[in-house]
């Protein structure tokens, strides 16, 4: 385990991983669960969707139940509010638990997340007794209405959901993280363990990675180097990051022994 | 209630219009049309009807409804 005597408090819980991780596009359950393992990582993302009838259905659920993680189902495939909503309610009965990543992205091609419908379900959802994680565009305005409503933590993405392009919203994520009093999560866009890392330095409470994992060319050995990423960049912003300067700063003293 | 019982419904499961025997419990349909196991357990799923969400514990006891529209779901991988 990493961290140990630098918990992540979220949801009235302490955690001691900081990497969140998607269970999406693995090529096969074993790899994933193999992942997961190599990630340190304690909670994980899970999807909904209706029951095949052609019996084509995998079984997720149980081996990572088994495995003691503890599960954070989304409502992906949500357009609206009022499909959130439901999705929620699905995904507590389904699932066993109230913890919530809150996106409704109505545009299939960018999956960018509805700022007016995720604020309206964030609002029921948290009155319902959920623990509300919303995706959210790298909004500053948009995160503290969130806040201000209950949830739990904001998601702000860094770039389009799978899109492994980085921390392209950097500029508005370092406002989200001073202004925040929930934790911030980094969520989607993440594709190297240097952009976890950088979200880390920057102060992000953590990130969440999926697609980065899942489909590197081994995603054991990188599930392990997104890891060891987070674990540094944290340590990194713990220790207090050194300022930056245009001009250059001995780190000799210049003494005057070669008789200039 | 035996004619009752011999009555034929319309529910619509999966998107599918059926028409099933009247008196049957959501288990029984669910089971019958293959989307649960016999056993009966039901990790991992969670069943609608009519957009309601009806808890597992109530499968065994709740008949189906004329215009009943049934909509079970499962946890998948996703991120």
Same mark, same amino acid.
């Given at each position: 385990?990493?961290?140990?005597?630098?918990?992540?408090?979220?949801?009235?819980?302490?955690?001691?991983?900081?990497?969140?991780?998607?269970?999406?596009?693995?090529?096969?359950?074993?790899?994933?669960?193999?992942?997961?393992?190599?990630a340190?990582?304690?909670l994980?993302?899970?999807?909904?969707?209706?029951?095949?009838?052609?019996?084509?259905?995998?079984?997720?659920?149980?081996?990572?139940?088994?495995?003691?993680?503890?599960?954070l189902?989304?409502?992906?495939?949500?357009?609206?509010?009022?499909?959130?909503?439901?999705a929620a309610?699905?995904?507590?009965?389904a699932?066993?638990?109230?913890?919530?990543?809150l996106?409704?992205?109505?545009?299939?091609?960018?999956?960018?997340?509805?700022?007016?419908?995720?604020?309206?379900?964030?609002?029921?959802?948290?009155q319902?007794?959920?623990?509300?994680?919303?995706?959210?565009?790298?909004?500053?305005?948009?995160?503290?209405?969130?806040?201000?409503?209950?949830?739990?933590?904001?998601?702000?993405?860094?770039?389009?959901?799978?899109?492994?392009?980085?921390?392209?919203?950097?500029?508005?994520?370092?406002?989200?993280?001073?202004?925040?009093?929930?934790?911030?999560i980094?969520?989607?866009?993440?594709?190297?363990?240097?952009?976890?890392?950088?979200?880390?330095?920057?102060?992000?409470d953590?990130?969440?990675?999926?697609?980065?994992?899942?489909?590197?060319r081994?995603?054991?050995?990188?599930?392990?180097?997104?890891?060891?990423?987070?674990?540094?960049?944290?340590?990194?912003?713990?220790?207090?990051?050194?300022?930056?300067?245009?001009?250059?700063?001995?780190?000799?003293?210049l003494?005057?022994?070669?008789g200039? | 209630?035996?004619?009752?019982?011999?009555?034929?419904?319309?529910?619509?499961?999966?998107?599918?219009?059926?028409? =099933? @025997?009247?008196? %049957?419990?959501?288990?029984?349909?669910?089971?019958?049309?293959?989307?649960?196991?016999? #056993? !009966?357990?039901a990790?991992?799923?969670? =069943? @609608?009807?009519? %957009?309601?969400?009806?808890?597992?514990?109530?499968?065994?006891?709740?008949s189906?409804? #004329? !215009?009943?529209?049934?909509?079970?779901?499962? @946890?998948?991988a996703?991120?």
């Open positions: 385990m990493q961290d140990t005597d630098d918990p992540l408090h979220l949801g009235n819980e302490r955690w001691q991983s900081r990497l969140l991780t998607g269970t999406g596009k693995f090529g096969h359950p074993d790899t994933m669960l193999a992942a997961l393992e190599a340190g990582t304690e994980v993302t899970l999807a909904l969707r209706r029951v095949e009838t052609d019996g084509q259905n995998d079984n997720l659920f149980g081996p990572l139940q088994q495995t003691g993680y503890r599960l189902p989304n409502t992906s495939g949500a357009r609206t509010a009022e499909e959130a909503v439901f309610q699905l995904a507590r009965e699932m066993g638990t109230s913890w919530l990543k996106e409704i992205h109505p545009d299939p091609r960018y999956l960018m997340p509805d700022p007016v419908e995720t604020l309206k379900a964030a609002e029921q959802l948290v319902q007794g959920f623990t509300v994680l919303p995706y959210v565009h790298a909004d500053p305005v948009l995160c503290k209405r969130l806040e201000e409503v209950g949830c739990a933590a904001v998601m702000p993405l860094g770039a389009p959901i799978g899109s492994n392009l980085g921390l392209e919203t950097r500029t508005f994520l370092r406002i989200i993280i001073e202004q925040a009093q929930v934790p911030v980094v969520d989607a866009g993440i594709g190297r363990p240097s952009d976890a890392m950088a979200a880390m330095e920057m102060g992000a953590a990130v969440l990675v999926n697609t980065a994992i899942a489909t590197a081994d995603p054991v050995v990188m599930a392990r180097a997104f890891r060891d990423a987070v674990s540094a960049g944290r340590a990194a912003y713990l220790a207090g990051l050194a300022a930056a300067s245009p001009q250059a700063a001995a780190s000799s003293p003494t005057e022994f070669l200039v | 209630m035996k004619t009752e019982q011999q009555t034929t419904i319309t529910v619509t499961v999966q998107g599918k219009v059926r028409y =099933l @025997a009247a008196g %049957q419990s959501l288990s029984e349909v669910l089971t019958a049309l293959g989307l649960i196991s016999p #056993d !009966g357990k990790t991992g799923l969670a =069943l @609608a009807v009519n %957009q309601e969400v009806v808890p597992a514990s109530d499968w065994p006891l709740r189906i409804s #004329d !215009g009943d529209y049934i909509q079970l779901f499962q @946890a998948i996703g991120g």
